[in-house]
């Protein structure tokens, strides 16, 4: 089993995976670290041309593989989800020429609850659902995934490039066809607020509490107990009429989303945040 993200430019959030990974996670696993951060001036650095060289320093301090993304030509391409296609498309190759088990999470996602992939026995995927109404589209949300490389399916069609009315991974919807047949594909509402689970023989569709949708009375017990985290989660600046701007993926894992910068609120916004999340995960 192999944990695989890709870092552009906050090593803290490494170290935060790193810990909350080893403490939550049930099984053994590898996690690798793919290092997206640029070596040119931009948005995602504030200028700083020494952060790539952190995340190597950070992975090498935590004896955690690295492995960096070719991306000078971003120099030229500003678009975030034209970027993150890119790399998403660097790591899957990597998944294809050394297949295992592979879970892929966001570089600010982190596991805040006891989980095993041992809980996804018997599916080759596991997915987030996006969905677009026009054109109609139904893709993988590239944030959070499982694969089976040794046992999935066409394979060969998975592509994150973006398509017309989508963001990254848009192009997973040539292998999402093919793998649901003449199968229904759920709606991502039904995912969201239904007590039903969805699946297939082999694809199984992960639940979570998306961005701004939700508050405690939707949380888990787990974080109502937990004042620390909760307050965290109450006081976020980004939160729109009281409900979060944080996700929960699988009831387990924490997304802050956004800590890529792609938003531009600031690299310094964003660490005093992380600075912030790391004093409450390490409770």
Not at 112 to 121: A, C, D, P
Not at 128 to 137: A, K, M, N, T
Not at 159 to 170: A, E, I, N, Y
Not at 233 to 239: S, V
């Amino acid at each position: 089993m192999k944990i695989i993200t890709a870092v552009v430019n906050n090593p803290e959030f490494i170290e935060i995976q790193h810990q909350t990974l080893k403490r939550f996670y049930q099984g053994d696993y590898e996690f690798i670290v793919f290092n997206d951060a640029k070596s040119f001036s931009d948005y995602t650095n504030n200028g700083d041309l020494t952060i790539r060289r952190q995340i190597e320093n950070k992975c090498r301090s935590l004896q955690i593989k690295c492995i960096s993304i070719p991306n000078k030509h971003h120099i030229t391409q500003d678009d975030a989800s034209d970027r993150t296609a890119d790399a998403m498309n660097f790591m899957f190759q990597y998944q294809m020429k050394h297949p295992d088990q592979y879970l892929v999470i966001d570089s600010d996602m982190f596991l805040i609850h006891e989980w095993s992939v041992e809980s996804l026995t018997g599916y080759d995927s596991a997915i987030v659902l996006q969905h677009r109404s026009d054109p109609v589209v139904d893709y993988l949300w590239n944030g959070w995934y499982y694969i089976d490389m040794l046992s999935v399916k066409n394979k060969e069609l998975i592509r994150w490039d973006r398509t017309p009315g989508c963001d990254t991974g848009g192009k997973t919807q040539d292998w999402l066809k093919v793998q649901m047949g003449e199968q229904s594909i759920p709606s991502t509402d039904d995912i969201r607020y239904s007590n039903q689970m969805f699946y297939t023989d082999t694809i199984y569709f992960i639940k979570h509490l998306s961005s701004c949708t939700w508050d405690t009375s939707e949380a888990p017990t787990y974080i109502k107990e937990n004042q620390i985290l909760l307050n965290f989660l109450t006081n976020d600046p980004r939160n729109i009429d009281g409900k979060f701007f944080c996700e929960l993926y699988d009831g387990a894992f924490l997304h802050y989303r956004a800590g890529g910068n792609w938003r531009k609120e600031g690299l310094a916004f964003h660490q005093e945040n992380t600075r912030k999340l790391k004093q409450v995960l390490e409770t």
